[in-house]
């Protein structure tokens, strides 16, 4: 069954703009909220992460906005660079006695120079 | 120190054989995840062995699908009578007991003719 839904499915943005990916999960026990970065041929990789105790998290230019009665949180990219082009993933963590997680289908990011 | 490794890199077979996939994780990491990416897609879990825990085998999608963890460090992926389907990256990951960091390995990408 669908846990995560990821959105939008791909997002086109000009350098210097804001890019916002948002994460909606079902009704399930997450304790963990991270999003991942992923460049072509490579593996993901952790960018930035937050705990549902708090409502927004920033590190540089990422930032993720989380909303525990909506059951959605979201990534802000501040500032786009092209280097940020990639593929986007939440990935929420169960918390029903391992520890694993539920990828997001991803957003394909593209910054425009 | 070296991150996550995988082998092969690619590797492409015939309809009906037997693969080995191998994952080399990060030194001291007692957590090992196994994921698939199929083409444009998100990660879907197939496995996760902690410490000398039985593994949790819940996302493997049939009982052509096996893995083991040698020695709490590497661990094999075999899929056995490979179908055309099966063809996808399959991603390794590790991280330190309950901690909240995944590293991912390259990948490695199976094509089944």
């Known amino acids: 069954q669908q846990q995560v839904k990821q959105s939008p499915q791909s997002l086109i943005v000009q350098k210097g703009g804001i890019s916002i990916i948002n994460c909606a999960y079902e009704n399930t026990a997450f304790d963990y909220f991270p999003w991942y970065q992923q460049f072509p041929g490579k593996g993901p990789a952790l960018l930035i992460a937050i705990r549902p105790d708090v409502s927004e998290k920033k590190e540089g230019r990422f930032t993720i906005s989380f909303n525990k009665s909506a059951k959605q949180f979201s990534l802000h990219i501040m500032d786009s660079q092209p280097g940020d082009s990639a593929t986007y993933f939440c990935?929420?963590?169960?918390?029903?006695?391992?520890?694993?997680?539920?990828f997001g289908t991803g957003t394909r990011l593209k910054v425009l120079a | 120190g070296a991150g996550v490794s995988q082998s092969p890199s690619n590797k492409v077979t015939e309809k009906g054989k037997d693969v080995e996939l191998r994952c080399d994780p990060i030194s001291g990491h007692t957590a090992l995840y196994w994921y698939r990416q199929s083409l444009g897609q998100g990660l879907e879990f197939l496995i996760y062995f902690q410490g000398n825990s039985a593994p949790d085998k819940s996302g493997l999608p049939s009982d052509r699908f096996s893995a083991e963890r040698t020695g709490g460090s590497v661990s094999t992926l075999t899929i056995q009578r490979t179908q055309q389907e099966d063809s996808a990256v399959y991603l390794c990951?590790?991280?330190?007991?309950?901690?909240?960091?995944?590293?991912f390995g390259p990948g490695t990408r199976l094509t089944v003719l």
């Open positions: 990935a929420p963590r169960g918390t029903s006695g391992t520890y694993k997680y539920i």
């Open positions: 990951a590790s991280s330190l007991a309950k901690s909240d960091t995944q590293y």
